[in-house]
């Protein structure tokens, strides 16, 4: 051991210096190795993460290790496309729930420094925050942007997110997005924003930086209050922090509009200006309020207020009424508003009339307001289409009227004109959600007073209850044709009960109508179902109506009037009437008699009947029995003989028949039906029409029965028929009668010697008459078109005892009806009369009805003159055309007309007249005349004038010749040489010039002098 041990030490000393080296490699490996896992341990962690996020366990591990999200049925990989049925995340007070979602983006853009999201999709996305304890002082100061410069580019190809709600309201049910970018400038492809019927589309770009400037166009589809469409087409420009704003309005609302806009400063300052040139805000108001030459304008901030102002026009019927409103918009009020109406003043004359109305309201702590008007000969009726001014003028009227606390109070005194003379009327009102109180109203007038007070309940059922004084009270103020002078007392309480009245109203009045003894009582009581009506009395001078009635479970009446003066009751309405009634029974099965007499009665002077006579029985099953017979009725500038009409049956079927003779023709008519029949409120037939003209002896008659409906619209409708007498038709197609009248009716074999009772004795026509009409009678004019045909025939004139025939070959007559042009065809020709075309435009809704047409005529023949004049010999042809122009009544005339190879003789007539040339040129309202003849070889003629019809007709004219041979036997045989001038002006006919006689038998005869 010894020896071993002394053996070993001296190698033991090497051995600790062999050793050393070893030691000092160990410690630099171990560096080294800790150096190495550092540095693998990242890589290593994410290559797990992303082996793991490769794989449906992975990703699913990897979701549950986030707090508070869960993940039901997700699957796929979250490093290419992952899905699940609903994912739900809860945390710092916030709930989110995703249905359906859909992720998927593609890895490999990374190695092109591309962040691409290839498809981002969820149905329905739910978020629910609870609001936060302290939410804080508000921001005061503007936000500041960041400058953002993206280090890869980020490219969203398919973003589809349905419907989100956030605490329970939608914001939108679909947003669909499609964006790019790099760096600091971010493209926005294609944006779409839904919600209802609200639609947003955008497209654009923004930098991120500086103030973010931007180019964004905006298109927005809204849901317009009135009509089909309401487009807006936006464009932002500027940047984030000042951001411009113009665009224009399309649909419901035509305008333009431009804007500013500070987003990020906390008080939101805003510009807008908004124009239209007509605006109607909804389609069933009145042209009348339509808005034209419309301005808004808008400047302010959310936290100051805007100041808002609007200017317009309204097309008032009797005049523009220019509207103006300026006021403070803030979030809790309106402030200094001021409304003003103003338009031509009403009861006509010089100046102008307005409204005014001044206030505020506040809705900050509680709703509140208070109002000023003022109103001076406003023509407020002119707002309303088809109102003619009333007969009151309201000269001043003024009120104030404050709410506060869910009360409110109002004072109104007015000052008014009426055809009696001034009126004033003052009212106080009080009231409440639940009711009002009028607790004064005073209105007097010239002609009496008015006095009372009233309430008026709305909390539960419509209440209400009132007494009113009269005194010598005259309505003719409001209305001339009721002038009176009353007294009494007129009360009356009740309630609306399911939408029913149950009620009591109560009159006694006494005192002048129409300057005659009058008094007025009754009482009227009901529950909505039955109904009492008691003592009913009216009396004025010695005419009388009184009786009382039933309505409801049981039906009985009974009335009387007895009006021998009528005249004293209502002016205007002269003779004798005397009417009774009586009624029993129930509403389902009434039972009753009816009579009415009437002798001599007038109104006014558009209508009168000498007599008429009304008798009615209405039997249990509904029959009714009815005659009335009405002796000499005139009206409209006719005269009805007689008319008997008869009306028996049922409501379900019950005939009616009607004769009526007039001294031109009797028409006899029958209908049969039943009212309430099927879908139509009646619905029957015409089953028999005659009609007797004794003039042209023709008796029409109805071929068979027409069918004849009044629908639940009330649209009249008569089915297709036909008329006939001898070889005679007319016929109509089925037709509308009311509203919007369409007819369409055919004629054939119509001979025009029945007509004969309209024309002159000396003339007669042989044609047969063809025609068709379509018509349509439209809201904004007639439509359709007039076609008549009288093919072959000819004219006849009596002429010396004898007829003279004149032939056609061809006569049309073409009539085309627009609601603003009417369209007139003529077409003439025969042997003789040549060929005469028309084609004219009428525009009636043009002053004057201007014309605008074009006429041509060939080859007249002058010779069927000839029998006319009593002439030998008249031969001749004239042509022409021309265009008309102008007033209807007054037209203008352009053209041409002219005679050739004229001749005219007779051994009465001193100068014949051969190769006789004549030619009219029209300017317009004048025309130039020239013309030339010869009368043997050796003479010629000439004429030259004009003839003026601008105002009353002027003429002049200048005859010349040479060698006219003038036979006068037996005294004279000569030759003459005229130059006259002939002057027709103001109805006087002025001759002046000189004849003279070369050439005769009576040497002694040399020359002639005229004068005038």
């Known amino acids: 051991m010894t020896e071993q041990q002394s053996q070993q030490a001296p190698e033991g000393g090497s051995s600790e210096q062999a050793v050393k080296p070893p030691l000092r490699r160990r410690w630099w490996f171990w560096a080294l190795v800790l150096l190495g896992l550092l540095l693998i341990l990242p890589l290593v962690l994410i290559t797990v993460i992303l082996l793991a996020l490769r794989s449906e366990t992975g990703t699913a591990w990897v979701i549950d290790q986030v707090p508070g999200l869960e993940a039901e049925a997700g699957r796929g990989s979250l490093l290419g496309q992952w899905q699940a049925e609903e994912l739900d995340w809860q945390g710092y007070g916030v709930t989110l729930r995703i249905d359906d979602p859909v992720i998927a983006w593609s890895p490999s853009c990374l190695l092109r420094k591309t962040v691409c999201l290839d498809t981002l999709k ?9 609001p936060a304890a302290d939410p804080g ?6 936000l500041d942007l960041p400058e953002i410069n993206l280090p890869v580019a980020v490219a969203i190809n398919d973003v589809d997110l349905g419907a989100l709600t956030v605490n329970g309201t939608k914001i939108w049910d679909q947003l669909t997005l499609a964006a790019g970018g790099s760096g600091a400038a971010m493209t926005l492809e294609q944006a779409r924003y839904q919600r209802d019927d609200i639609v947003v589309t955008a497209e654009g770009r923004v930098e991120l930086r500086g103030d973010w400037p931007l180019d964004v166009d905006l298109g927005v589809q809204l849901p317009p209050p009135s009509g089909d469409n309401w487009a807006l087409d ?135 307001a208070q109002a000023e008007v003022d109103m001076q000969r406003f023509p407020w009726y002119s707002l309303i289409p088809d109102l003619s001014a009333p007969p009151v003028v309201i000269q001043q009227l003024q009120g104030s009227a404050s709410y506060r606390n869910e009360s409110y109070s109002a004072d109104l005194k007015a000052d008014v004109t009426g055809p009696q003379g001034d009126a004033s009327l003052d009212a106080l009102l009080e009231g409440d959600l639940e009711s009002v109180r009028i607790t004064q109203l005073d209105i007097s007038t010239g002609a009496g007073s008015l006095t009372g007070d009233g309430k008026l309940a709305f909390a539960g059922p419509l209440a209400w209850q009132g007494q009113f004084q009269l005194e010598q009270f005259n309505p003719g103020y409001w209305v001339p044709m009721l002038e009176a002078s009353l007294n009494g007392q007129v009360s009356t309480e009740g ?123 209405l039997t249990s099953g509904g029959v009714l029995s009815s005659e009335l017979e009405v002796l000499g009725l005139n009206a409209g500038g006719q005269v009805l003989q007689r008319i008997d009409a008869n009306l028996n049956g049922t409501r379900g079927q019950h005939e009616l028949s009607v004769q009526a003779s007039h001294a031109d023709a009797t028409v006899a008519l029958t209908l049969a039906g039943g009212l309430e029949s099927g879908d139509s409120l009646w619905q029957g037939a ?106 072959r025939g000819g004219f006849e004139f009596l002429v010396l005892d004898e007829w003279e025939r004149l032939e056609h070959r061809r006569m049309e007559l073409g009539l085309e009806l627009e609601p603003r042009q009417a369209d007139l065809t003529v077409v003439m020709a025969g042997p003789k009369l040549g060929r005469f075309n028309a084609n004219i435009s009428v525009d009636p809704m043009s002053e004057g009805r201007s014309i605008d047409g074009r006429f041509s005529l060939d080859s007249l023949d002058l010779s069927l003159a000839q029998a006319l004049s009593g002439l030998e010999k008249v031969n001749g042809t004239i042509n022409g055309q021309g265009r008309l122009s102008g007033p209807l009544m007054n037209p203008e005339v352009y053209g041409e007309l002219a005679l050739t190879e004229g001749s005219f003789f007779d051994p009465d007539l001193p100068l014949p007249m051969e190769d006789a040339v004549l030619v009219l040129e029209f300017q317009g309202r004048s025309a130039d005349i020239s013309g030339r003849w010869k009368s043997n070889d050796r003479s010629s003629g000439q004429l030259d004038g004009s003839l003026d019809w601008t105002q009353t007709p002027e003429l002049a004219m200048n005859i010349t010749g040479e060698r006219l041979p003038v036979t006068y036997e037996p005294y004279a045989r000569v030759e003459l040489e005229p130059d006259l001038d002939i002057r027709f002006r103001s109805g006087e006919l002025s001759i002046s010039g000189e004849v003279a006689v070369p050439r005769g038998d009576n040497p002694g005869i040399r020359r002639y002098g005229v004068r005038r």
């Open 234 to 368: 936006l464009n932002l420009g500027g940047s984030v922090r000042d951001v411009r704003l113009t665009g224009t309005s399309r649909g419901y609302l035509d305008a333009e509009f431009s804007g500013t806009a500070q987003p990020l400063d906390p008080s939101l300052p805003a510009e807008l200006g908004l124009q239209s040139r007509q605006f109607l805000p909804y389609h069933t108001l009145p042209e009348t309020l339509t808005l034209q030459d419309w301005a808004l304008s808008l400047q302010g901030s959310l936290a100051k207020g805007f100041r808002t102002r609007i200017n317009a026009l309204l097309p008032g019927t009797t005049g523009d009424i220019s509207a103006s409103a300026k006021g403070l918009v803030t979030t809790q009020a309106v402030e200094e508003l001021k409304l003003r109406l103003s338009g031509p003043a009403a009861g006509g004359g010089d100046g102008t009339g307005h409204l005014e109305m001044n206030g505020q309201a506040s809705w900050d702590e509680e709703l509140s």
């Open 686 to 791: 015409l089953n028999r029409g005659d009609i007797e003209i004794p003039g042209p002896g023709q008796t029409w008659q109805l071929e068979g029965p027409a069918s004849l409906t009044v629908s639940q619209s009330r649209e009249v409708t008569l089915g297709q028929h036909c008329w006939r007498w001898n070889d005679s038709s007319i016929c109509a197609e089925d037709q509308q009668l009311w509203p919007n009248t369409r007819l369409a009716l055919r004629m054939r074999d119509f001979p025009a010697q029945a007509l004969e009772p309209l024309f002159p004795e000396t003339f007669r026509w042989d044609a047969q008459l063809n025609a068709t009409l379509d018509l349509a009678l439209t809201d904004t004019g007639p439509e359709g078109e007039l076609r008549l045909d009288a093919g």
């Open 122 to 130: 969820v149905t329905d996305v739910s978020v629910d925050v609870q």
């Open 137 to 142: 002082p508000a921001r005061t100061t503007a």
């Open 495 to 617: 309630r609306l009960v399911s939408g029913a009245p149950d009620m009591t109203l109560d009159w006694d009045l006494q005192g002048r109508w129409q300057k005659e003894a009058a008094a007025a009582r009754g009482a009227l009581a009901g529950d909505g179902q039955n109904w009492v009506l008691e003592d009913l009395l009216i009396t004025v001078a010695d005419n009388r109506v009184e009786g009382s009635g039933r309505y409801g479970e049981e039906l009985q009446a009974n009335l009387s009037a007895r009006l021998p003066q009528p005249e004293r009751l209502l002016p205007g309405l002269e003779g004798r009437l005397s009417a009774e009634l009586e009624l029993s029974g129930t509403v389902e099965d009434p039972t009753g008699t009816a009579s009415l007499q009437a002798q001599g009665l007038a109104w006014q002077d558009a209508v009168a009947v000498d007599e008429a006579d009304l008798r009615a029985d």
